[in-house]
């Protein structure tokens, strides 16, 4: 079960935290579950050239009330994540929609409450506006007259970046289906590649030093690993506690401190940029 790790007294003061959202977005494939993984740029501030799930900042537009909602109502959600105000839970849950249309051209919104668009390329020039802040979400739903489809994600984990890191990120992971019809893509300046792969395949490619996996990213995987179907997936009942690994270099563990430390570092290849700093980047 997930844990907050406490932070030590020798550690420095940390710096500002700001909300995120990701979304592990899912699809049966002919070997199970299959999950859609970027590798961010190295031009990037934040995880630059690491293999990561849609995601990204909570932006002040995502907590507008004003737009159609399908699904569990805010304060639900603010529940799951911990007792969070409905207002902040709305804007994770915003981030979360907004994020994965941008990223990847998935947008978890239809005409109704009922239904979802299958087509999203209609809506190419909006998803760009979007990611250059020309417009924000909420606007961009209620002129094509679109609701937002909270009942397709899933609360999933709750990690924050350690109090070491210049930029820090308190993140909530949900977890979606990838709907029928809609195709996720590559078509974003934040990734240079893009595949969907099993939980499996994506962390014997992390063990061949083919990619590098932040351990969020690790974890999600290896829990995904336990699931047969994407309908196994959403019908989980996940325990969510916030987990802040811990960066202590004195002891005789892993530097990093967070839950199954061991097990990932074990398992972490020897060229790997997250050993030779024993903390993410």
């Known amino acids: 079960m997930s844990e907050a790790i406490a932070r030590p ?55 507008s009330i004003a737009l159609d909602w399908a699904g569990p109502e805010p304060a639900w959600w603010g529940e799951r994540f911990g007792g969070i105000d409905a207002g902040r839970a709305q804007a994770l849950v915003c981030a979360a929609v907004r994020e994965t249309f941008e990223e990847c051209g998935v947008l978890l919104a239809g005409p109704t409450a009922d239904s979802i668009v299958s087509d999203t390329s209609v809506y190419a020039e909006a998803r760009a506006q979007l990611e250059r802040r020309e417009l924000s979400f909420a606007e961009f739903l209620t002129r094509e007259n679109l609701v937002l489809r909270a009942d397709l994600l899933r609360p999933w984990d709750h990690w924050i970046t350690p109090e070491i890191e210049p930029r820090r990120y308190d993140t909530r992971f949900f977890v979606a289906v990838l709907p029928a019809g809609q195709l996720a893509d590559g078509d974003t300046s934040e990734a240079e590649v893009v595949t969907w792969c099993t939980p499996t395949e994506a962390i014997d490619r992390w063990h061949q030093g083919l990619d590098v996996l932040l351990p969020p990213t690790w974890t999600q995987l290896a829990a995904l690993n336990e699931f047969a179907s994407t309908a196994e997936i959403l019908a989980a009942e996940r325990t969510i506690s916030p987990i ?37 980047e």
């Open 244 to 280: 802040m690994p811990i960066y202590d270099p004195s002891g005789n563990g892993p530097a990093l401190a967070f839950p199954n430390a061991d097990r990932y570092f074990a398992e972490l290849p020897d060229n790997s940029r997250i050993r030779g700093s024993q903390r993410p």
């Open 9 to 63: 007294d020798s550690q420095p003061t940390a710096a500002p935290i700001k909300d995120a959202s990701t979304v592990v977005l899912v699809r049966d494939g002919a070997h199970g579950p299959e999950v859609f993984l970027q590798r961010r740029v190295g031009s990037m501030a934040f995880a630059a050239g690491m293999t990561v799930f849609p995601g990204g900042g909570v932006d002040p537009s995502d907590a």
